[in-house]
C-alpha cells in the first residue's frame, strides 16, 4: 500500500489548510487510517484517527473543534480539514492506514503503512 500526502504550507494564524491522503484503489474501503504529525525536536503524535468505511472518527485534544478527518472511498483519499491553524500546529503531517482493523488507534504502531509526510507551517 502506497500513501502519499499533499496539501501543506505556510499559512497565518486563524487559517485554514486541507492535506489530502491517496492511496492505491479501495484502500480506505479495507483499513483503517489515521493522521499523526510531528514537530521538530518532539515525538510523533497522533492527531485524528477514522474507522474503515469513514463511520467513526476520533481527536487528539488540541485540535478538536477544529480539525475534521473525512474519507472519500470513490477517490480512495482521506482529506484533513484544518481549520482555525496555531503556530502550534506547525510540523510534518503523516498520513498512514491501518490494516485488519475496523477502528483507527491513537497510537503509531497502530499503523502498517505511512506517507512520506508533508510540511505545515503557521506563522503567527
Known amino acids: 500500500v502506497q500513501l502519499q500526502a499533499s496539501g501543506g504550507g505556510l499559512v497565518k494564524a486563524g487559517g485554514s489548510m486541507r492535506l489530502s491522503c491517496g492511496a492505491s484503489e479501495r484502500t480506505f474501503s479495507r483499513y483503517a487510517s489515521g493522521w499523526f504529525r510531528q514537530a521538530p525536536g518532539k515525538e510523533r503524535e497522533f492527531v485524528a484517527g477514522?474507522?474503515?468505511?469513514?463511520?467513526?472518527?476520533n481527536y487528539a485534544d488540541s485540535v478538536k473543534g477544529r480539525f475534521i478527518i473525512s474519507v472519500d472511498k470513490s477517490k480512495s483519499t482521506v482529506y484533513l480539514q484544518m481549520n482555525n491553524l496555531k503556530p502550534e500546529d506547525t510540523a510534518v503531517y503523516y498520513c498512514s492506514a491501518r490494516p485488519n482493523a475496523i477502528n483507527s488507534a491513537a497510537y503509531s504502531t497502530g499503523y502498517a503503512y505511512w506517507g512520506q509526510g508533508t510540511q505545515v507551517t503557521v506563522s503567527s
Open positions: 477514522i474507522s474503515r468505511g469513514g463511520g467513526t472518527t
